[in-house]
């Protein structure tokens, strides 16, 4: 093998993850510092729950709770998908698109909304 292909990560990448890990939480903490209504905390819980979700799904889940509109809660999950980078997005055959959070940010997601 090659000196620089290597079989485990080197140290570099562990780093490059906790950077990217501790850039990840910040920008979660501060975007929920802003939530006064507890909807975007409660968007979280979902995605931590469901794992995979339509904005149509949210929006009937979050209406038990509160007063959302279909693109409030669609620009929320654009928000978080692209300023804080802790969702993936795909289409299913239909053409609509699916949301889920990936697995490497459960964790950071989980501690710092407090579900379970």
């Known amino acids: 093998m090659d000196e620089t292909m290597s079989a485990s990560p080197g140290p570099v990448m562990v780093t ?3 950077f990217e890990k501790g850039a990840v939480e910040r920008r979660l903490r ?3 510092s802003r939530d006064r ?3 975007r905390r409660e968007v979280l819980r979902l995605f931590v729950t469901t794992r995979s979700l339509t904005i149509a799904e949210l929006v009937a889940k979050l209406r038990t709770q509160f007063a959302v509109t279909f693109q409030a809660i ?3 999950v654009g928000t ?4 804080i980078g ?3 997005a795909t289409r299913n055959s239909d053409g609509v698109r699916n949301y ?3 697995e490497k940010y459960v964790g950071i997601v989980v501690g710092v909304v407090g579900a379970s």
């Open 16 to 18: 490059e993850w906790i």
């Open 30 to 32: 501060s975007y929920l």
């Open 37 to 39: 209504t507890g909807i």
């Open 74 to 76: 669609a620009s929320m």
């Open 80 to 83: 978080i998908a692209s300023r």
């Open 86 to 88: 802790i969702l993936r």
């Open 100 to 102: 889920g959070l990936k």
